[in-house]
């Protein structure tokens, strides 16, 4: 075998294995219930199914036009307009992607440069610090306010310089599950006012909320969506997560320039899911019923919980739950984690990698995306502890 015995620079030298496949890896050795990596373990539409086989099948096999092909994105325009009343060109303003982690690497790619300065909102998702980083950027973080996750603008404020290119806001929110509502967009809205700042808004649980309550995206607000790059997941609406297919809505002036690296990055998206979707989406009902579907699974694991010693912080959206071990443990998260992989069979996340000082605040994070046979289970282990 042929060794390299140059020096490897590394673009990333502080990045490691993400906590989504260490955990998982651990539930697999361990043969634990596995509630860390948000995927749902039940089946999704057999119609849809049937779809991309038909589109196979006809022979819809090869390359997609590297935007996407047409007939999903008009089926997102006539969705964003249904949903939110604005309106998107399909031919200029949305871009089908391989999944909404590419378009959020590919978005911030586009834009930012050696010495910009993005504003991100920790906890955080793990992929956003390091598409900032490998492209020169500077990170400022912001940190939500516990326990309800919520965000204190003056402290944005504060974080504003002439060298702020973008702010990228997540709502509902992983891995917390808050929300952003209206004041908060309109205070979002303010900030950016007569500035060059991008948002890039992701919002791949924009149909996951509970309660009655209202998704706000930044395209709803005039202030905000003409600076504003939306990011789509149908593996999220779908429950088809390892199908990576997203899309990207943003003025032309933005995917013009997202799309120059979009080419290079990816090109185009898998052909039939992308047709099947577009079919899919004719009827509103295969998503607006997502709301109702996922908050029953929500209160039926809160509902399992009760006698457990776990304390749980308020869900409004997704499909995580962050639980406190306060009256449990005073064991850091990833001790607490490994603990109940290794001695309960079970494997949930800790909050700490979300955080760039990895602190610890004694909180996990559970997928409720599970069939109520799992959910049952794993709360049964839940209780014991």
């Known amino acids: 075998m042929l060794t390299f015995d140059g020096q490897i620079f590394s673009k990333l030298p502080q990045s490691g294995t993400s906590i989504f496949a260490i955990m998982s890896k651990m539930a697999i050795d361990h043969q634990a219930i596995n509630l860390s990596q948000g995927f749902p373990d039940f089946p999704i539409s057999e119609k849809l199914i049937a779809r991309v086989n038909h589109y196979m099948k006809k022979g819809f096999n090869q390359y997609a036009p590297m935007p996407g092909v047409l007939p999903l994105r008009k089926a997102i325009a006539q969705k964003a307009e ?48 390091p598409a900032v980083k ?100 149908f593996g999220k609406t779908f429950h088809a997560t390892g199908w990576k297919t997203g899309f990207v809505m943003a003025p032309a002036d933005l995917t013009a320039e997202f799309r120059k690296l979009h080419q290079f990055t990816v090109f185009a998206s898998n052909t039939p899911i992308q047709y099947a979707i577009a079919d899919f989406l004719e009827d509103d009902a295969n998503y607006t019923h997502l ?69 610890s605040q004694q909180l996990m994070r559970v997928c409720f995306a599970k069939k109520e046979e799992t959910l049952s289970k794993a709360a049964e282990i839940l209780c014991r502890i």
Not at 103 to 108: G, K, M, S, W
Not at 206 to 230: D, T, W
Not at 337 to 348: S, Y
């Open 82 to 129: 249904k949903t939110y009343g604005v309106s998107y060109d399909p031919e200029n303003e949305i871009t089908i992607t391989a999944g909404a982690t590419q378009a959020i690497y590919t978005a911030i790619s586009a834009f930012i440069k050696e010495g910009n300065e993005v504003i991100i909102f920790e906890p955080a998702y793990d992929s956003y610090a």
């Open 134 to 233: 490998i492209n020169g950027g500077l990170v400022k973080y912001v940190e939500l306010t516990a326990p309800l996750f919520k965000i204190n603008w003056n402290d944005v404020k504060r974080m504003i310089s002439n060298r702020t290119r973008m702010i990228i806001i997540n709502s509902p929110h992983n891995p917390t599950g808050s929300l952003l509502d209206e004041s908060d967009m309109m205070q979002l809205d303010v900030i950016t006012r007569n500035t060059d700042i991008i948002v890039l808004s992701d919002e791949v649980y924009e149909h996951l909320i509970f309660n009655n309550q209202k998704h706000q995206s930044a395209c709803c607000f005039p202030g905000l969506v003409n600076r504003s790059m939306v990011i789509g997941s």
């Open 291 to 359: 709301p109702a579907f996922y908050q029953s699974k929500r209160d039926f694991f809160a509902e399992k919980l009760k006698s457990s010693r776990f304390e749980l912080i308020p869900c409004h959206g997704t499909y995580f739950q962050l639980l406190s071990y306060k009256a449990i443990s005073d064991e850091p998260e990833m001790v607490f984690a490994e603990r109940l992989v290794k001695e309960h069979r079970i494997a949930l996340i800790p909050l700490a990698p979300f955080y760039q000082q990895n602190q």
